[in-house]
């Protein structure tokens, strides 16, 4: 087997790897600027990390207007998860966590109520 694949192919759908290829990968980049600073880039990280695993975790459950829904876990992509339900328009969100510190996150995001 060759130490790479191309990403992207049902030969390799996913992959969790220190580099791949990816086919196109030019239409999904954007440049920030040269004059980001740390905490500018710390975020973009995060943006393109836990935002993106969220809002694909709303796809794949099909949330779309109206629908109710329920998001497990309170964590970091657990409340993007709830930013990309109330995106795509879930009328009930209901969040399932033990962080109390996070209460106020998630009245914030308006979401019906918490589960522990």
């Known amino acids: 087997m060759h130490p790479w694949r191309i990403f992207g ?8 790897a220190e580099a791949v290829r990816i086919p196109l990968a030019d239409g999904t980049l954007f440049p920030v600027g040269a004059h980001a600073d740390d905490a500018l880039m710390a975020s973009l990280l995060t943006l393109s ?28 992509v657990g409340l993007c ?16 966590g033990r962080h109390a510190d996070r209460h106020c996150t998630r009245q914030g995001f308006r979401c019906d109520r918490r589960r522990e």
């Open 81 to 96: 998860g709830v930013i990309a339900a109330k995106r795509l328009g879930a009328e009930q969100i209901i969040i399932l």
């Open 9 to 16: 192919t049902t030969e390799v759908a996913g992959a969790q």
């Open 49 to 76: 990390d836990v935002m993106g695993t969220g809002h694909h975790a709303a796809i794949i459950a099909k949330v779309t207007a109206g629908k109710s829904v329920a998001v497990v876990g309170d964590g970091a």
